[in-house]
């Protein structure tokens, strides 16, 4: 705790220095101050940017995960590099065991890098699909509880129009998992999308998956309330906050929970969505399409059902899987503390220097 407490003073510290070191001792004090506004919202858009792109990214690289299979028959152009690396290595070429690309997060990123020969921005596949569904899914959530006919709670309200928004844009989330997982297409994002006609095939997966969601989003409402009752109660405040605070923990474990869940939800989704890729499309991963042969090709209605997504993701897939996630959460954690701490010591400075 000692430890964690002077790398927090170290960094305010340094946010304090980084605005003293660019001012000049006699310069306006209006000017110091705008200067110092600028610096603090510098910081949190600078921040603020790198947040969203881990947390991108990291969709991208977990719906890769989700279908990755090493043992598949990996596209030509993972075979050629497999091929120009063992060559010198008889032992290798007799027995070659390739290395998943989604090992973690850092092969992953470098795989979209050199795939895409675009840099950052190679990350950033279907991005725009990305944002056109997560438009209209804030739209619909916030039309949906206006045509509700009865007055009901908060959270419920809320669990109704994301959970109907969700299934409503179901198709939508299909194609932006085709668009990620799949080569380019001489079709732009929109187009890559199936008809309504296919909806019912990506229904049952889109149900649970909205429900899970919808609930998490939901609970997260509730949970600055409860996270107050808690203080509340533990401070011992009151003799009636008791239920409260141990209702309001019940929230907060309840909000965790469900957090939790929507990590293999979220596999089983992109899973049984995968399974709908066209054919015309080529996979960037090494991919079997058929599921170890749970999906029977060429049939109009061939798709993966939700137990079987899940029984065919194998153990060894399983754990990259949730290593991504957790990777990636511990990234967004390590960015907002540091830049939080950032802008504490430019407010400090900012406050404290007239």
């Known amino acids: 705790m000692s430890k964690m407490s002077s790398v927090s003073a170290a960094l305010i510290r340094r946010g304090s220095e980084v605005i003293s070191a660019r001012l000049q001792p006699g310069q306006d004090p209006l000017v110091k101050e705008w200067i110092g506004i600028f610096f603090i919202f510098f910081t949190v858009f600078a921040f603020f940017l790198a947040i969203t792109w881990v947390t991108y990214t990291s969709q991208v690289v977990e719906a890769l995960a989700a279908i990755e299979d090493p043992n598949s028959n990996p596209p030509p152009y993972i075979r050629l590099d497999n091929q120009i690396n063992n060559r010198n290595d008889p032992e290798l070429t007799t027995t070659p065991t390739p290395k998943p690309i989604t090992s973690n997060l850092r092969t992953s990123i470098n795989y979209l890098f050199n795939l895409g020969g675009g840099g950052i921005f190679s990350t950033f596949r279907g991005f725009r699909m990305y944002l056109a569904f997560i438009s209209l899914d804030m739209v619909l959530a916030l039309l949906i509880p206006a045509f509700i006919p009865i007055p009901i709670q908060m959270t419920l309200a809320s669990f109704l129009a994301y959970f109907m928004g969700r299934m409503f844009l179901a198709t939508w989330q299909m194609a932006w998992v085709h668009v990620v997982i799949a080569d380019k297409s001489p079709f732009v994002g929109y187009r890559r999308m199936l008809g309504y006609q296919h909806w019912k095939r990506i229904a049952p997966a889109a149900v649970l998956h909205s429900a899970v969601m919808s609930m998490t989003s939901s609970l997260n409402l509730a949970v600055s309330r409860a996270v107050g009752w808690v203080i509340v109660g533990i401070l011992g405040?009151?003799?009636?906050?008791?239920?409260?605070?141990?209702?309001?923990?019940?929230?907060?474990?309840?909000?965790?929970?469900?957090?939790?869940?929507?990590?293999?939800?979220?596999?089983?989704?992109?899973?049984?969505?995968?399974?709908?890729?066209?054919?015309?499309?080529?996979?960037?991963?090494?991919?079997?399409?058929?599921?170890?042969?749970?999906?029977?090709?060429?049939?109009?209605?061939a798709r993966l059902g939700i137990v079987d997504a899940w029984r065919t993701f194998e153990w060894s897939a399983r754990v990259r899987y949730f290593k991504i996630v957790f990777q990636a959460i511990a990234i967004e954690i390590v960015l907002g503390v540091v830049g939080g701490l950032l802008v504490l010591g430019e407010l400090k400075w900012l406050l404290y220097s007239h």
């Open 237 to 301: 405040e009151k003799g009636s906050s008791g239920g409260k605070g141990e209702g309001g923990l019940g929230v907060v474990l309840l909000f965790m929970f469900f957090f939790l869940l929507t990590v293999p939800v979220n596999a089983i989704f992109t899973r049984v969505a995968a399974s709908m890729l066209p054919e015309g499309l080529d996979p960037i991963v090494p991919f079997d399409r058929r599921f170890g042969g749970k999906v029977k090709m060429g049939g109009g209605d």
